[in-house]
């Protein structure tokens, strides 16, 4: 089964200073290896925002290429929306860009790999389902 990567595994994985023995950078590899990575758009530019260097953004912009982008429809931004207001009845605050991976991981029937303890706040009333680690 293929995973949903949420941005703050890939930022941990390509930190040049991070232990590469966290057990999501491994995982996250792992399904490299597999070839069942999911990446969204909104999370490739995520990653790619706020590099200083242009040749560090070139080089992991090429390195991000060998991921193609989910194709996003209509629907998933609706159930995005409508995502974020359940949980916002519930007290739960949550970004466009978090419900929106929530929205296509259901779409889709796919877990998401992240670290966000907001997701796990997420799953409570919406219908995702978490990776973990092996």
């Given at each position: 089964m293929n995973v949903l990567v949420d941005t703050c595994i890939w930022s941990l994985a390509l930190r040049r200073l991070a232990p590469q023995d966290i057990s999501e950078v491994?995982?996250?590899?792992?399904?490299?290896?597999?070839?069942?990575?999911?990446i969204l758009g909104i999370v490739r530019q995520e990653i790619l925002s706020g590099i200083k260097e242009e040749l560090n953004f070139i080089q992991l912009r090429d390195h991000l290429r060998a991921f193609s982008d989910i194709q996003l429809v209509t629907e998933d931004f609706e159930c995005a929306a409508e995502f974020f207001n359940i949980c916002r009845t519930k007290g739960i605050q949550g970004?466009?860009?978090?419900?929106?991976?929530?929205?296509?991981?259901?779409?889709?029937n796919v877990p998401i790999l992240t670290t966000d303890a907001d997701f796990l706040k997420y799953s409570q009333f919406i219908p995702i389902k978490l990776h973990v680690s092996r």
């Open positions: 491994m995982e996250l590899r792992e399904l490299i290896s597999e070839q069942r990575v999911l970004s466009n860009t978090d419900y929106l991976i929530c929205s296509v991981a259901c779409r889709l």
